[in-house]
């Protein structure tokens, strides 16, 4: 099992480029997916990007349009979301999440900052 640790979130301005992180722990990561997901109040959680822990495999959501990208730190074992010219409709939670490499299914998720988006 992977442990996911997400500080960060809070209130950003309209266009603002936040940058979250997402710290890993618990198993040998490079056996690992990792994703993001976002759910705003009342919606169901969509998917938002995701990659091997390597950096390897990259997807995006098409709904992120090209305004989302994924880096990383193996040192610290983080993983860093970079979300840009944010727009009120991207309040929402976001949450880390891993998948072990042989499962369909993510089953370790961080805890989930708010990020709202205000002028």
């Known amino acids: 099992q992977v442990q996911l640790v997400e500080p960060g979130g809070g209130l950003i301005q309209i266009g603002g480029s936040p940058r979250l992180s997402c710290g890993a722990s618990g198993s040998t990561l490079s056996q690992y997916s990792i994703g993001w997901f976002r759910q705003a109040s009342g919606k169901e959680r969509e998917f938002v990007a995701s990659s091997t822990w390597s950096g390897g495999n990259i997807n995006y959501a098409d709904s992120t349009e090209g305004r989302f990208t994924i880096s990383r730190d193996n040192t610290k074992n983080t993983v860093y979301p970079q979300m840009n010219s944010l727009k009120p409709e991207d309040t929402e939670i976001y949450y880390c999440?891993?998948?072990?490499?042989?499962?369909?299914?993510?089953?370790?998720w961080g805890q989930g900052p708010q990020v709202t988006v205000s002028s």
């Open positions: 999440t891993a998948r072990h490499l042989t499962l369909t299914e993510y089953k370790c």
